[in-house]
């Protein structure tokens, strides 16, 4: 099988291509990735030399390469992770995530129509269908919950759902989308939650909690969410969308505090920041269709991978340090400056 990974240089997508490379060596594995701020040529270091992996510099967007690509590459399936992913740019900066994130996706859609795929499987997310309430922990997203998103990133992904799904009742393309919740671990981008709060621990830097850290987030471990995204391109039914997610809710604050803990800092590094604007209360995922279907269980709990995610960035901190030592200081300036 060819598979091409779209967005393979970031967080998630590089841990798939990780997954995939070694799992399955008769496989060939492309990925096509624009090294964004957010791709990293240094997460996929440990598969460059592999000979079942090659990587291609280029936009989703960009109709005329992509063509070329499924011309000459002729893949079996397509796993699109390549996205702008950060709430908060969504929110200074909406443009980008309306090209990417939409555009991108109908360009690689066009693709598979005008080259033909064995599979098409969209990566999303569980904020297309917006927030829960605090006080409503019963409540849980399902593949049936309405589409109800909140931020400009969300909205972009949703838009990119209804395409995949259109292109498939439109254009019979083979198609599936997984809709996860927050993902944590090796290679996660440190302007996201866990990350920026481990590398400004280590350096004894204010910990920035947005409003009062009520928010509640289902984190999974990354490795799980790509086991199950490998399943579904393999067992998944056509035309369906899977919901991923471990049941591991837990408030910002919860934890903040938890990595504080880990790592023998002082909870007086936690800031109370302006809270983001739209801000979600609550997600949580009911996984029961991917449970009963395709015998999907998440393998790691969050006090180990929260444990083996802290050890990481420990481990590698070649790989964060050099992030946040560039661009990333203008970014940090302009997002937490004078919040
Ligand atoms: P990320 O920001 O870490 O990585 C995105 C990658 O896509 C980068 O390598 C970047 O260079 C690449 N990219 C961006 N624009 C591109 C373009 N136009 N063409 C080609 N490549 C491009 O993102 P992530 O956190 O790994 O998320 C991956 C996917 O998973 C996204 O679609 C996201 O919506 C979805 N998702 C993320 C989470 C999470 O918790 N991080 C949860 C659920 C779903
Ligand atoms: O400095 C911070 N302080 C803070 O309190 C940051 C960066 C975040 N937060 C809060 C906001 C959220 O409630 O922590 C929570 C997690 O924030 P992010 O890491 O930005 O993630 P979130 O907004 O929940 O979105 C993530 O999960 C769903 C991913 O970035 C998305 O790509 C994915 O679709």
């Not at 449970?291 to 444990?307: A, V």
Request: charged share 25%.
């Amino acid at each position: 099988m060819k598979i091409i990974v779209t967005g393979g240089a970031g967080f998630i997508g590089g841990n798939f291509v990780h997954l995939m490379v070694n799992k399955y060596p008769e496989d060939q594995i492309i990925c096509l990735d624009a090294l964004t701020y957010a791709g990293n040529m240094e997460t996929l270091e440990p598969v460059m030399n592999k000979p079942n992996f090659k990587f291609v510099k280029g936009d989703i967007a960009d109709r005329e390469l992509v063509f070329h690509l499924f011309k000459e590459e002729k893949p079996d399936v397509i796993v699109n992770f390549a996205a702008e992913s950060h709430v908060d740019r969504s929110i200074t900066d909406p443009g980008i995530f309306l090209k990417t994130n939409i555009l991108g996706t109908g360009v690689l859609l066009d693709a598979c129509k005008e080259f033909g795929i064995q599979r098409y499987h969209q990566v999303s997310t569980d904020e297309v269908y917006g927030d829960l309430p605090l006080d409503r922990p019963d409540l849980f997203f399902t593949e049936e919950t309405p589409l109800h998103t909140s931020s400009p990133y969300s909205a972009s992904k949703a838009s990119a759902d209804l395409l995949v799904l259109a292109y498939h009742r439109t254009f019979q393309i083979p198609v599936t989308i997984s809709r996860c919740s927050n993902n944590y671990g090796p290679y996660h981008f440190p302007e996201k939650l866990i990350p920026l709060i481990i590398a400004n621990a280590l350096n004894d830097k204010p910990l920035p909690v947005y409003g009062k850290g009520e928010n509640v987030r289902d984190w999974l471990y990354v490795e799980d969410h790509c086991l199950a995204i490998d399943l579904i391109i393999r067992k998944g039914k056509v035309g369906e969308v899977y919901n991923i997610g471990g049941h591991n809710e837990k408030t910002n604050l919860e934890v903040v505090k938890t990595v504080i803990h880990e790592l023998g800092k002082s909870e007086d590094l936690i800031e109370y920041v302006t809270d983001r604007p739209g801000h979600d209360m609550r997600y949580a995922i009911d996984p029961a269709k991917i449970h009963r279907e395709l015998g999907w269980l998440p393998e790691t709990k969050f006090e180990d991978g929260i444990k083996k995610t802290i050890q990481w960035y420990l481990d590698h901190k070649h790989w964060w340090e050099s992030i946040i030592s560039g661009e990333y200081q203008n970014y940090y300036e302009k997002q937490y400056g004078n919040r």
